[in-house]
């Protein structure tokens, strides 16, 4: 059973650092990780892409997050980190992590499969 266990949310005053933690176990031997990433849904919007790290290192983030949120990855461990600095109050919602995956030794299917955490609570005070 695929379990995602993310730790390392909480409460923070603006300007503040946090670091949040994703460790990914029971994947199915079928597959290889692709991607992992973090979202985040705050009250009454869509869930939305923080960043993402690709198997071979590639990283995307969000304009909105861009100088301030750093993801890498342990790929021994199958963890997945992103430090937060200089949070805004704006950065306050639940974050996710996610895995996404893809039958080993290929490419299939193009979008992968995804496995979502259950999420960690973010506020950040002004």
């Known amino acids: 059973q695929v379990q995602l266990v993310e730790s390392g949310g909480g409460l923070v005053q603006a300007g503040g650092s946090l670091r949040l933690s994703c460790a990914a176990s029971g994947i199915p031997s079928m597959f290889s990780i692709n991607a992992m990433g973090w979202y985040r849904q705050a009250p009454g919007k869509q869930r939305e892409l923080v960043a993402d790290i690709t198997s071979g290192g590639y990283t995307n983030s969000a304009d909105s997050v861009k100088g301030r949120f750093t993801i890498s990855r342990d790929h021994a461990l199958n963890t997945v980190y992103l430090q937060m600095n200089s949070l805004k109050p704006e950065d306050t919602a639940v974050y996710f992590c996610?895995?996404?995956?893809?039958?080993?030794?290929?490419?299939?299917?193009?979008?992968?499969?995804?496995?979502w955490g259950q999420g960690t609570q973010v506020t950040v005070s002004s």
């Open positions: 996610n895995v996404n995956v893809r039958f080993r030794a290929s490419d299939y299917p193009k979008s992968g499969y995804d496995y």
